[in-house]
């Protein structure tokens, strides 16, 4: 590979063959070939790998001081991931929502058996009150005396289907085949111990609202489609379509993808959560699974409100290193059968030639320093690559360390269900793609650790 950095594992004392930690069989063998494109899933043909110098500015001086970090060399990074590989958003979408965007339509009920209050709020994204708007819940504890912290998920399904509630206005989910919206049926939201039913469960995220509300932290969620849906042609049906340029039938190739647009929903969340006096909006975290794992990535990294991340199997485009050739790659991801429409798409052209990258995954990572992040994965999502997940949080230390934070401190990739929550955070369920119910309990440990909410 091009060795178009002077960084690279090694300069971390890390080789890349010398990780070690115990992997579990897959209950299947994964694809070797994803739209004509081969897979690697052996470590011994991974090979060495060179990363960009997230420390070296554009004019080649080296970063040595925070200052320096924050005032030149993040704004560059921030630049490279928004034309090259998530899209910038255009000029004319809002970049921040007023009163007048959010409508109360349940102003607060008790729910939840008593033990949370719960309210429903539609964020108009755009000043017409047919065009998208995300259908946002929000469960505070009831027994707060003061504003608390929050967990913002963001969701695959109806808000209906992400928490047990009778009292949730059901909401509508895009059909993919007919590019219209349709009344989602419930579902189960749960999965067994061993992830058994993750590889192929209906991507619905059931949201442990009870382990957050005992303690003492509320939770949001909301539905992605409702910004934009997951589909080539969403673009039409969502926000994006109401930013095109007079000419334009698609976004240009640097502007947004729908990650980047899910992402820039978040944010308007984040909007509205700071008009609400009972939550405390400089501590509110986010949370997301594969797709959305990524999505969390990338409001995290432009969004510097949002106080903590938690990622749930980003893989290829989020966590995971493309720079190692392992499981999905910049080329699988891109491919016009496939999620192009996900991202820019100047990031099709690293597809099959990673090494020419300006920027990896610990440069994503870098970008949420020094908030803190945890990556949650499974020891057989190999195609999402776990390993080169923790390799990524490595190789963000230098940037942690700067700024005064505490890194993974260890290179020795752990075990399944040896979690590891300092700053940085990375924890492996015994399993596949996905979350597992157990991954909540980590998930709390690592809110409460961060944001301190009070008993």
Known sequence: ?????????????????????????????????????????????????????????????????????????????????????????????????????????????????????????????TSDSNGPAIHLLEYLPTAAKKPVPLLLAINFGANQNAIDDPGITPQMVWDPKTHTKAQQLAQSITTDEQGKKVERRAFVVGVDAAALLAANIGVATFYYGDVVPDYPEGFNDGIQSRYLKTGQTKPAPDEWGTIAAWAWGMSRVEDYLETDPRVDARRVAIQGVSRLGKTVMWAGAHDQRFALVIAS?????????????????????????????????????????????????????????????????????YW???????????????????????????????????????????????????????????????????LHPEP
């Not at 776990?386 to 075990?415: N, Q």
């Open 1 to 125: 590979m091009c060795l178009r950095s002077a960084l690279s594992l090694a300069l971390f004392g890390v080789s890349v063959f010398g990780l070690h930690a115990q992997q579990t069989a897959p209950a299947k063998e994964p694809p070797p070939v994803v739209a004509g494109i081969p897979l690697n899933y052996d470590e011994a043909k991974v090979g060495i790998f060179t990363l960009p110098d997230a420390m070296r500015l554009n004019d080649g001086r080296f970063v040595t001081d925070a200052k320096t970090w924050t005032q030149r060399r993040r704004p560059e990074i921030i630049q490279i991931f928004e034309t090259q590989q998530f899209g910038r958003v255009p000029t004319g979408a809002p970049t921040h929502l007023t009163a007048s965007n959010f409508e109360i339509t349940d102003k607060g009920t008790p729910a939840l058996h008593g033990a949370a209050i719960r309210r429903q709020i539609t964020i108009h994204l």
């Open 313 to 381: 199997c980003s893989g290829e485009g989020g966590a995971a290193l493309s720079h190692r050739n392992y499981g999905e790659t910049i080329a699988h991801l891109t491919d016009p059968t496939r999620y192009s429409y996900q991202f820019a798409t100047n990031w099709s052209k690293y597809g099959g030639f990673p090494d020419i990258a300006p920027m990896d995954a610990h440069m994503l990572i870098d970008l949420i320093a020094p908030r803190p992040l945890l990556l949650q994965t499974g020891n057989t999502d």
């Open 384 to 450: 999402s690559d776990p390993k080169g997940e923790f390799l990524a949080e490595v190789a963000a230390a230098p940037v942690y360390k700067l700024l005064g934070k505490d890194p993974l401190d260890t290179e020795t990739w752990p075990a399944a269900k040896q979690p590891i929550l300092h700053d940085l955070g990375y924890y492996m369920h015994d399993g596949g793609h996905g979350m597992v119910p157990s991954d909540w309990a980590i998930y709390v440990d690592f809110l409460k650790l961060h």
